[in-house]
Structures are given as C-alpha cells and as structure tokens.
C-alpha cells in the first residue's frame, strides 16, 4: 500500500502540475502535505533557491501534527516567507469504483452519453463561463464528469479539476438550493466509475463542512491534509 505521505505528493502534484524543477506553478509559495506517517512539501517558482531548499529541509525534518492543526514547522516557514497567509483543508483518496452511496431519487448525467451533454447544454449554471461550460460538455477540460439536472437547472456535478498520467482531482459543487440532499455525493461516485484505473483524489477547505460530509457520505479515507502559505 503507497504510504499516505506519499499519496499527498502525488495529489500535489496532480493539483498543481509541478514543472520539471518540482515547483508550484503559484500563487501559493509553499504548500505541506501533512499526514500522519511524515511530510512532504513543495514550494513556489519565485521562491530563492537558497530559501527553497531551507523550506523543504524544514518540512523534511519537521514532524507531522493531528488533522487540522498546523505543524510547529509551518510557523517557521511562514516567518521565513515573510509572514505569509495560511490556509488548508482534509485530503481524501476515493477507492475504486464502484464507489458505495446512497442513491438519491434523481438520474445522474453522465459524459460518456452524448444525449446527456446536450441535456445540460442549455442550462450552464451562473458560476461557469461559457466557453468553459461548452469545452466541459465537448469532452475537452474538465471531462469527464456527472451531473443532476432539476428543475431546469443544473442541481449537481462533479467534474475532472486535474487530470494528470498520476491521478485525477474531484471538483465538485452543487446549486444551494438542492443541498443536503446527497446530490454531491451521487455525481462524485458516478464521476469516479468514469475513470477506471485512475488514483482519485477529493480535497477542500477547512471551512467547507458540506464538503466534508459529502467525503464522509462516501466513506472516503483521510490521508493527511494540504497547508497553502501564500504572501
């Protein structure tokens, strides 16, 4: 079994999509993936060399604290950026399909049917722009993914946010007024049984409660959590 600290390198990497030198494409300066058998880092691409390698020396050394609460270390790094803001969230590994849930009474939309994207074509919700709307339906960025429609409006979908050779990242949201109805959670496991073969992973924020049940709905593992320090 691959190591949780290690699963969080990959999800950074997955997320970020690190350039060949293993650097952050930005905005963040440094990010810490935090699980509980070790650490890892990666820092941002206007970071110094010198200040890069003391930062990741720092993480490799450090030791790794309870989920949501901040390593010692992240507090030295933080001085040494320059007193940067701190952010994070819980990290989450999605099994192979197919992923358990209880099946709300609503039909989940899938990409691999066409009839299904044009379904939805017309009803590209307000937080979507519309090129972007059009390339997630044409199978180009952010396929696959699967959706409820309701009430002539898109309720739920769960789309690709990353897709790399080393895994896919969840993206996931829902309209407010169809939540706390297990919407999320239906187009998260049918998202999941689009990509057979594929690492999963599903992150948030610390504040996103909702977010957090639909992970806990799905019975979805912990594997550490993600610390962003960004000036």
């Known amino acids: 079994m691959t190591p949780d600290v290690d699963l969080l390198a990959i999800e950074i990497g997955v997320i970020w999509r690190l350039d060949d030198r293993g650097r952050l ?137 990353r897709l790399t050779a080393a895994g896919a990242e969840a993206g996931v949201w829902t309209a407010p007024a169809f939540r706390g109805r297990g919407l999320a959670a239906a187009t998260t496991a049918t998202w999941a049984g689009l990509l057979p073969g594929t690492r999963l992973f599903y992150s948030t924020g610390a504040d996103n409660h909702s977010s957090q049940r639909v992970a806990a709905r799905l019975g979805l593992r912990s594997i550490g959590w993600l610390w962003k320090l960004t000036r």
């Open 25 to 161: 494409p930005g905005p963040e300066d440094l990010v810490v993936g935090v699980a509980a058998d070790g650490m890892t880092a990666a820092v941002g691409p206007d970071v110094p060399g010198a200040l890069a390698a003391r930062l990741l020396d720092l993480v490799a050394r450090g030791l790794p604290s309870s989920p949501g609460r901040p390593p010692e270390v992240l507090e030295r790094c933080r001085a040494l950026l320059g007193e940067a803001t701190v952010s994070g969230g819980p990290c989450y590994l999605i099994p192979p399909p197919p992923v358990p849930f209880d099946a709300p009474a609503a039909e989940v939309l899938r990409s691999d049917d066409p009839a299904h994207a044009e379904r939805v074509r017309p009803l590209r919700p307000a937080n979507w722009a519309r090129d972007e709307w059009h390339d997630l339906l044409d199978g180009r960025d952010g396929a696959p993914w699967a959706m409820v429609a309701a009430d002539d409006q898109v309720a739920a979908v769960c789309h690709t946010a």
